[in-house]
């Protein structure tokens, strides 16, 4: 799971030295986590990304989710370390010290409307092809393969259960899935792929359908649930607009626990309301 975190996203890295001595500095803070074991209790590891703010590695991202995750399986021993400077298809990532390297292949973009983020990669030691995949467990668990089987269900349970309660507590959450494909898959999938791209015509209707010929028989690897924290003084202002008389409406894609949680968190909603 944490490897998956690592690497499908879009986040940046600043390099401020060479990417040897940025491999040992990583090197260097993964000891001193492992060194600390209080970091992990429960089966449920609680991540802040200000851990993280004297740090000789930094990140750039455009969503603070993904920035919070790259952080969080960074945590917990598994470091980006960035792109590979003489070709920025290879994402290096250090796990409890040991780089490893995958070329990435291909990315289907996160949109509003999909609600994931699918990136398909080789692993350049052994030439797997993973498919990684989050995204929210609405549309991600119909497409889990094997959901008859015993050890499925109950794993699946659990993990419903786990994101169930992580949006009671108001936190986002996400499902985190990945598979396998051969090469003679992945080499199918990837011309009719290339074609959509490349396609003039309903190009977002063509490579919708290669996202959904990729996007299925997937393995449930885990589930995360992260803290959007209001900025300070949105439930006085909130409050005070509905005070005036103003009618104020919210539009979330987050589960309905979430949402709820959120809306009393910043006085959208009060206990006088059904």
Request: aromatic share 4%.
């Amino acid at each position: 799971m944490l490897v998956n975190l690592a690497l499908n996203h879009e986040v940046l890295v600043e390099r401020p030295a060479s990417p040897a001595s940025v491999l040992e500095r990583v090197q260097l803070e993964e000891t001193a986590l492992l060194l600390n074991p209080s970091a992990v209790s429960s089966g449920v590891t609680q991540v802040r990304v200000s851990d993280f703010g004297s740090s000789h590695l930094k990140y750039n991202a455009s969503s603070p989710d993904e920035l919070a995750l790259v952080n969080g399986a960074r945590f917990l021993g598994v470091t980006y370390l960035g792109r590979d400077s003489s070709n920025n298809n290879l994402m290096k990532i250090s796990v409890k010290g040991e780089e490893r390297t995958y070329e990435l292949l291909n990315i289907i973009q996160f949109s509003s409307a999909r609600k994931r983020m699918t990136s398909v990669l080789r692993e350049t030691g052994t030439g797997r092809i993973l498919v990684m995949c989050k995204g929210a467990d609405s549309v991600l668990l119909p497409l889990l393969a094997n959901t008859a089987a015993p050890r499925v269900r109950q794993l699946t349970a659990r993990t419903v259960d786990c994101m169930n309660s992580f949006a009671r507590e108001g936190l986002r959450t996400l499902l985190i899935v990945e598979k396998t494909l051969s090469q003679d898959e992945y080499e199918s999938w990837n011309a009719e792929f290339t074609d959509a791209m490349n396609s003039i015509l309903d190009r977002e209707a063509k490579v919708e359908r290669c996202a959904q010929l990729l996007e299925r028989d997937f393995e449930l690897v885990g589930s995360t649930g992260l803290e959007d924290k209001l900025q300070d003084g949105v439930a006085d202002t909130v409050e005070m607009i509905r005070r005036a008389g103003v009618k104020l409406w919210v539009l979330t894609g987050d589960k309905t626990e979430t949402a709820v949680n959120i809306g009393y968190a910043s006085s959208l909603l009060d206990d006088k309301m059904n």
